[in-house]
């Protein structure tokens, strides 16, 4: 059974900054892509950033500048450095992880149950 767990969110003010650390546990073969999503008070789910297992970034635009997501292989783990935070930052973050399943000889895509992110004005 694969897990995964967020940590990091918090209350922060306009302008301070949090880092969200996600770690994936249980039997884990391979992991491809890795990403973090947030959704918001009636909003829909969307991604803000996603990361491939050699590295290659991709961000949304709303956040492009002010945050940075990284992973530590070795470490099943993946990282979002955020910056400059804003009242609209405010979200549940997700993260989510597509980890090798051997009985279906594909990556499925796994999520964690989220931490809250709250900036304040």
């Known amino acids: 059974q694969v897990q995964l767990a967020e940590s990091g969110g918090g209350l922060v003010q306009a302008g301070g900054s949090l880092r969200l650390s996600c770690v994936a546990s249980?039997?884990?073969?391979?992991?491809?892509?890795m990403g973090w999503y947030r959704q918001a008070p009636g909003k829909q789910r969307e991604l803000v950033a996603s990361?491939?297992?050699?590295?290659?970034?991709n961000y949304a635009a709303s956040v492009e500048g002010r945050i940075t997501i990284s992973r530590d292989n070795a470490k099943n783990t993946v990282y979002l450095e955020m910056n400059s935070l804003k009242p609209e930052d405010t979200a549940v973050y997700y993260c989510?992880?597509?980890?090798?399943?051997?009985?279906?000889?594909?990556?499925?895509?796994?999520w964690g149950q989220g931490t809250l992110v709250t900036v304040s004005s």
């Open positions: 989510k992880a597509d980890i090798f399943n051997i009985d279906q000889a594909r990556y499925v895509g796994h």
């Open positions: 990361i491939t297992n050699g590295g290659r970034t």
């Open positions: 249980g039997t884990i073969y391979s992991i491809n892509d």
